[in-house]
């Protein structure tokens, strides 16, 4: 069945570039989503990358897609301590008709 | 503004109850979904309904129930045949053919057993 697969930690000094990571492996995905949750809160779309893109670039946030690997990875540039949250990977949809997601990294930023 | 309510945002279960926990969107959203997190588990899918009347189980179905009366509306029961309901439940919506507005989420239950 599909797996999405992410670290589940990452620390960051502010103002240094965080770097997310994310494996798929559902080939027939068509979009591929970044989530943000915040502690106690729900999942707040944060942008997507529609899959025969390989880049997407959205204020302080950039999407790399490289789909011959099925590796999707998101840059947060000069990362604030409101950046600390866990992040989402999903992708969908493909063979399942829905969304799967990853396991989220949980990152933090430290001063 | 349209949105995503779940209520009550913390729950407390004592054993052998069973508890519904609420999912309401005004979005005119077809999709429903009902999620559970557990810590570095990620979201595991429990129920999900596509239209009115109809729904199917998710990956942990098992001690669950749903229904899907109404388009806006889409109740979870723990019943106690869920061994270990203590968890954050999360409702999500979704609209068919727009595909890149992913999922709306709410905003969680907190549910405890005590």
Known sequence: ?111 | DGGITQSPKYLFRKEGQNVTLSCEQNLNHDAMYWYRQDPGQGLRLIYYSQIVNDFQKGDIAEGYSVSREKKESFPLTVTSAQKNPTAFYLCASSMEGQISDGYTFGSGTRLTVV
């Open chain 1, 1 to 111: 069945g599909e797996d999405v697969e992410q670290s589940l930690f990452l620390s960051v000094r502010e103002g240094d570039s965080s770097v997310i990571n994310c494996t798929y492996t559902d080939s027939s995905s068509t979009y591929l989503y970044w989530y943000k949750q915040e502690p106690g809160a729900g999942l707040q779309l944060l942008t997507y990358i529609f899959s025969n893109m390989d880049m997407k670039q959205d204020q302080r946030l950039t999407v790399l897609l490289n789909k011959k690997d099925k590796h999707l990875s998101l840059r947060i540039a000069d990362t604030q301590t409101g950046d600390s949250a866990i992040y989402f990977c999903a992708e969908g949809p493909g063979t399942a008709s829905k969304l799967t997601f990853g396991t989220g990294t949980r990152l933090q930023v430290t001063l």
